[in-house]
């Protein structure tokens, strides 16, 4: 069994990751036998809270539950509420969906120990790929599992991490990218995630979620989509975010169909502008032989969630 370490601040965190202990935080641990570092008991990593300009600071281990009611933020809100079950998003922290790992049949499995070694062509290709990317950029075919992070991509939100170098803040979108098998986020093993940073409320704001999965609770997403529309004051949109999650190694933002949404009637149903713009996404995927059906059930969802996100 691991040894717990359990630090009551950043600064003895980061000495206990220096000598190869791993995070732990929300109740979740992987299995193995180095040592753990529970984060819980650092009490600046907790709660939310907004400077003089609206700006939200969100802690990392700040729950999903907290995100669910957290006004002024719709899509995160709906994505939050959706997520899992109560029992799991009164545990779950934000930091750990931001960081978790992805749903790969292979992972640990112990037919295949070196399925995540750097050069191991990935086996989930001719194998078990059934949940896998329908934008397939190579290497790794599982999707990013986080729903948070499809939210907060299309709010543009920040996150801040706390190392040995020091406080680094930098996009969302930065924290994913290529990493090597077996990586799901680029944050280095010796930092620690500690808050997301939300630009301020925009009032008006329009938005909706959708989450299409095998059953209604406790299953990670096939297709994830979040929607925001920022109306002006003649009640059309004047700018659009888009982010879907499950269908590829990265949340990703739709900069075709945000362009067509520009201009649209609020209370009204999408245009040819933005069906053209869906098309275009559903041709422009990838899939693997098992992900085939991803790609029309991305363009419907995608539809539902405008839709919604219009009435």
Not at 171 to 179: F, K, R, S, T
């Amino acid at each position: 069994m691991s040894t717990v370490v359990r630090p009551d601040s950043l600064d003895g965190a980061l000495a206990a990751l220096a000598t190869g202990a791993r995070p732990r935080a929300g109740g979740i641990e992987q299995a193995g036998s180095a040592p753990v570092v529970d984060l819980t008991g650092i009490a600046g990593l907790h709660g939310t809270a907004r400077d003089g300009d609206g700006a939200t600071r969100v802690g990392a281990l700040t729950t999903v539950a907290a995100l669910a009611g957290l006004d002024g933020y719709p899509a995160l809100a709906l994505t939050a509420g959706a997520l899992a079950t109560p029992q799991v998003r009164g545990t779950a922290t934000v930091g750990g969906n931001l960081l978790q790992r992805g749903r790969c049949a292979y992972l640990d499995h112990p037919a295949f120990p070196d399925a995540h070694a750097p050069g191991r062509e990935c086996p989930s290709r001719e194998g078990d790929h059934l949940h896998g990317v329908v934008f397939d950029s190579g290497g790794c075919t599982s999707p990013h599992p986080s729903s948070l992070a499809v939210a907060l991509l299309a709010y543009d939100a920040a996150v801040e991490a706390v190392g040995p170098g020091g406080t680094r803040t930098f996009p969302l979108a930065d924290l994913y990218g290529p990493a090597e098998p077996g990586r799901d986020h680029l944050l280095s093993p010796d930092e620690v995630l500690t808050a997301v940073l939300l630009p301020a409320p925009v009032p008006g704001e329009r938005a909706a979620h959708r989450r299409a999965a095998g059953r209604a609770r406790a299953e990670w997403p096939l297709v994830e989509a979040v929607v925001r529309l920022l109306p002006g004051p003649d009640g059309t949109v004047e700018r659009a975010a888009v982010a879907v999650g499950a269908v590829a190694r990265v949340p990703l933002r739709l900069p075709e169909v945000e362009d067509a949404l520009a201009g649209a009637a609020t209370g009204a149903a999408p245009g040819p502008r933005v069906a053209a713009a869906l098309d275009a996404v559903a041709a422009r995927t990838t899939p693997l032989p098992g992900t085939r059906y991803k790609a029309a059930l991305l363009r419907a969802a995608l539809q539902d969630t405008v839709e919604r996100a219009l009435r």
